[in-house]
Structures are given as C-alpha cells and as structure tokens.
C-alpha cells in the first residue's frame, strides 16, 4: 500500500516534467519588421500615409508686393559736367580756379602761353590784310570796267578774290573766338574759360605743366553742378523687370544711413555684362544738400509687385551643382523636383522656375528624403 504522501509528491513531479515538454516544444514568432517606404522616379511614399517624424513643410507664398536691393556707385549727372582740354598746345602760366571753386560760363580757369596761339592770331592778322587788300582791287576793278578799260572777265576775278578773303577772314575770326582769343594783336596768350556754369570738381595740371591737344591726357579741369548726381546701378538680369525708365527707387548710403534719397530711373542698358550677369541701370538723384558724393557706393530699393513663390531658404538643398526642393503631393507623400531659385532675404528665396504658389514644400528634411532615394537606387 503506497502511503498518501508519496502519491502527491510523485504527481507534482509528473506537473513539472510535462510544463518543461510543453516549454520546449513552444516556438517565440520574431516580430514583423516595419514596411519601408517606397520609392518610384523622383517621388517617395511612407506607409499608411503618414509623415516620418521630424518632416515639417511650408506653403510657397506670393507676396503682393516686395523689395528688391541692388547695389550703385553714384557719379556726376554728365548732363550737368564738362570736361575741360586745352585747344592748343603751349605751357600754363596762371591757375585762376581751384578744386571746390564756383564757377559761372565764361570764367577764367588758367591762362596760357602758346605759339599755336599766335599762330592762329598772326593768321587772322594776314587774313584781315588780304581782305583790305581785296576790297580795294575790286573797286578799283569796277571802275575801270565800268570805263571800258579792263575787260569784264578781270572784274569778275577780282570779285572772286575778294570773296575768298572774305572767307578766310571770318575763318581765321571764328576760330580765335571760338575760345575767346583776342584778335587785334598777337600776344600768344590765351585765358580758358568755364563752358558751363558749376563748380571745379577736378584739377590735373599745375603752373609751368605743358599741354598737347594731339596727347589725350585726363582732362585740365571737370567742372560738374553737384546738386544733381548719376547713380549705376547693377541689376541682375533675373531682377530687371520692375525697373523701367521714370520709375522711382530709394538710395541709401552708409554715411546716412537713416536716410533715404529719391531717384529717377534715367535709362536701363541694353546689354547684360557676360562675366556678372547684370545690367546697368542709371538713375539720376537730386543733391541739393550736398550730402552724396560722386565715387560713393550705394543700395538702391524698388518695390514691385511679386509674381514668383517665395519659400524658406532652407527648403532648398543641393544636389550636384542644382537646386532641388521637395513638394508634398499628399501626406506621407513627397516629390522631389528641381527648382532656379534667387535670393530673396537673409532667410529665404526667390523660386524661378519648378513651383507653383500655394504648393507645399519640405522644410529642413529635405535632405533626409533625399538620402532615401539615393540609398534605394
């Protein structure tokens, strides 16, 4: 007879064998590992439609108005500025003008000594004797036709050179006036005189310099009114369309820089400079205060109503040596497509070409989803 101890204990070890069988023969399933996202051409799709974490996108925005900034160098309006050469050779023997001095038209700016000068005197001098000369053979000539003692054809050639003495005397004349050169004597002397009234902005000779007209040096003197001044602007030729002649734009310059001074577009180049891409834009500024100076660098401002997307710098990224952005078609889904894109601020840009307003791009992952596309290929 088996005791009642024995039998239960027997039965608890029989429990724990069988529960260690069935523990052995039971088999642990892995867990299934998550879908990847899926890539077709230039489009990336997420499981379930669903934004990976971290994907934050932005909608391409057009402005109804923004500012575009493009840098100047003011210089003399030419229309108001002159530049001052001697017409003839000889030696300066007295400035009369100096650098900051107005001056009115006709105002000596230095007198000079030359022998063109009393050359072209001496001529008007011979021309002036023929005249004389001239004048008496004919009517000397008139009166002994008129008494049938010379024939006719003697009177008509006497006639003939006083009319080329006549001619060469107002030549010779005119070319000393011209300068305001005197012609009662030959003195060799010559004042040049302000074409123009202003101020004498520029000076490059000294007293005792020589001077040659057939020599193309800088000129003697640039005289220019500076309370008009040219501003040249460089515009990017993807920036020009807002600029037009008569329109208005701002300049701001670094010695005022609380200030802003009107100008009037003058004319726009006809031609883009191959090294930079820009055109020259001119704009003519008053100065009545005498505060912008010629040679000073300036912004200039226009605003104009925007007609391309502007986006977050950063959803822009690099490929190559492209621009590419990437366009949410729905969520989890993204397209990425290549864009021309110009700055447009500190913190974002122009896009160009391959937007549209209103569609949603990534903002900062846009690398992420490219790092997918590249990794699936």
Known sequence: MIPPFSLSSRTLACGVVLCAVLAGCAKHEPAAPEPAPAISGAVVSFPGQKDPQGIR??????????????PGRLTWDEDRTVRVWAPYGGRIERLRATVGQPVKRGDALADLSSGDIGQAQADYQKAEADLRLSRSATERARELGGAGVIALKEVQQAEADLARSQAEEARTRARLAQYGVGVKSVTQTFTLAAPLAGVVVERNTNPGSEVRPDVQGPPLFVISDPASLWATLDVDETLLAPFKA???????????????????IVTVGESVDPASRTVKVRVRVPNPDRKLKAEMYVTASIRHAATQPQVPADAVFLRGSQSYAFVQQAPGRYERREVQVRNAGPQSVLVLSGLKADE????GGGLYLNQLMDAAK
């Open 360 to 363: 949603r791009v990534v903002v």
């Open 246 to 264: 008569g329109g208005r734009v701002e300049l701001q310059a670094a010695a005022w820089p609380d200030e802003r001074f009107s100008a009037t």
């Open 57 to 70: 996108v932005a909608t391409a925005s057009v402005n109804a108005e923004r500012q575009l900034t493009v």
